[in-house]
DNA sequence: GTTATGACTATGG
DNA sequence: GCCATAGCCATAA
């Protein structure tokens, strides 16, 4: 397997992972990295952060947040919209209320 | 091979 | 919970 078709597995597993949080649930990039690092033997928060930030246009990147529940200034106000839409918990600051709204991520084929 | 960078995380204040 | 610092993984120059 060349080391671009890894890219683009390592990329298609986050997308799923992202893809499986249901509406009016968030995950973290940590949780993310820890199911893919835990299948294809590598991982990294900050490569699921290359993989949104690449392919993060095909699956609903809002759902995917920071270990403390906040998003990067940059979307934070694209992603607030989509919260109050799916009724995501959110706390006075904007952030996520990771305690209500944490899901934990899986592929769908193990 | 070394350095810089990134949609990160853990820890201390 | 937010800010600063250090650590981590892979890519790019």
Redesign the pocket.
């Known amino acids: 397997m060349t080391?671009e078709e890894?890219?683009e597995l390592y990329a298609e597993l986050v997308l799923q992972c992202a893809e499986s949080v249901p509406r009016g649930r968030v995950t973290?990039?940590?949780?993310i990295?820890d199911v893919v690092g835990e299948r294809l033997g590598?991982?990294?928060?900050?490569?699921?952060?290359?993989v949104?930030?690449t392919h993060?246009?095909a699956v609903p990147?809002?759902r995917?947040v920071?270990?403390?529940?906040?998003?990067?200034p940059?979307?934070g106000e694209e992603a607030r919209q989509a919260y109050l839409e799916e009724g995501t918990p959110l706390?006075a600051?904007?952030?996520v209320?990771?305690s209500l709204a944490f899901w934990q991520p899986g592929l769908r084929a193990e």
């Open positions: 080391a890894e890219r973290t990039y940590g949780a990295a590598r991982g990294g928060p900050r490569l699921v952060g290359n949104m930030a993060g246009a990147w809002w995917v920071r270990a403390d529940g906040s998003l990067p940059s979307h706390r600051s904007g952030s209320d990771l």
